[in-house]
């Protein structure tokens, strides 16, 4: 029973001094949200350690019930009349709990979705005054002024790298580098006595050092088609 009245005691003296609380709040207006919220919390508190209080006296009394049974027929039967009370009242607590735990939920909600509104608010009007100076038609203006240098830029650019001076067709230089040297091959030529005639009369078997010099001159007839087929 100590417990009991220590509990209600506690229960008593908050409610006392959130009575007075209560009438200063009154007094300017009415509670914060986050004063309800930890006035809740506290309640909230309160009301778990009742229902872990009357969890155990629901063990003790089964307990006696279970202990006494037919040989103490009334001591178990009245011992399971307050184990039913006690069941009674947390189930009360129970809903109780729910239904804090719910008001709880929506304040903070409420809570902060109202800071939300209050910094998007503050935001808007922050944006608000960095925007009061500016002219959106001058800004359109400005980019068009933008775009405009941006073209005179790539033209400048343009130009700047762009060859001047005399300009020459690359095919006709390549054409008249050919001739030149054709006309140097053929100066070449003629310069080495030009391509000697081929015998059209079978050559007679020749001796070693004639088939020897026949082998060279040979080599310096295929050495000369080489050349007259570079030339044409």
């Known amino acids: 029973?100590?417990?009991?009245?220590?509990?209600?005691?506690?229960?008593?003296?908050?409610?006392?001094?959130?009575?007075?609380?209560?009438?200063?709040?009154?007094?300017?207006?009415?509670?914060?949200?986050?004063?309800?919220?930890?006035?809740?919390?506290?309640?909230?508190?309160?009301?778990?350690?009742?229902?872990?209080?009357?969890?155990?006296?629901?063990?003790?009394?089964?307990?006696?019930?279970?202990?006494?049974?037919?040989?103490?027929?009334?001591?178990?039967?009245?011992?399971?009349?307050?184990?039913?009370?006690?069941?009674?009242?947390?189930?009360?607590?129970?809903?109780?709990?729910?239904?804090?735990e719910f008001q709880r939920e929506a304040l903070e909600n409420s809570h902060t979705n109202t800071e939300v509104l209050k910094n998007m608010g503050f935001a808007a009007k922050a944006m608000k005054k960095v925007h009061e100076n500016m002219d959106v038609d001058k800004i359109d203006d400005l980019m068009q002024d933008i775009t405009e240098q941006q073209d005179v830029a790539q033209e400048i650019s343009e130009a700047i790298s762009r060859p001047f001076g005399e300009t020459f067709d690359e095919d006709e230089l390549l054409a008249e580098l050919a001739e030149l040297e054709q006309e140097e091959l053929e100066n070449n030529m003629k310069s080495m006595g030009g391509l000697p005639s081929v015998p059209s009369a079978k050559l007679p078997s020749a001796r070693p050092q004639q088939r020897a010099t026949t082998k060279k001159r040979v080599e310096e007839d295929d050495d000369m088609r080489m050349l007259a087929s570079w030339a044409t």
């Open 1 to 100: 029973m100590s417990k009991i009245s220590q509990l209600f005691k506690g229960s008593s003296s908050s409610n006392s001094s959130s009575s007075s609380r209560s009438r200063h709040h009154r007094s300017r207006g009415g509670p914060s949200a986050q004063e309800a919220i930890h006035k809740l919390r506290e309640t909230e508190e309160m009301l778990t350690k009742k229902q872990a209080y009357l969890e155990n006296r629901i063990e003790q009394e089964l307990m006696i019930a279970k202990k006494n049974g037919t040989k103490n027929k009334r001591a178990a039967l009245q011992a399971l009349k307050r184990k039913k009370r006690l069941e009674q009242q947390l189930t009360q607590i129970d809903g109780t709990l729910s239904t804090i």
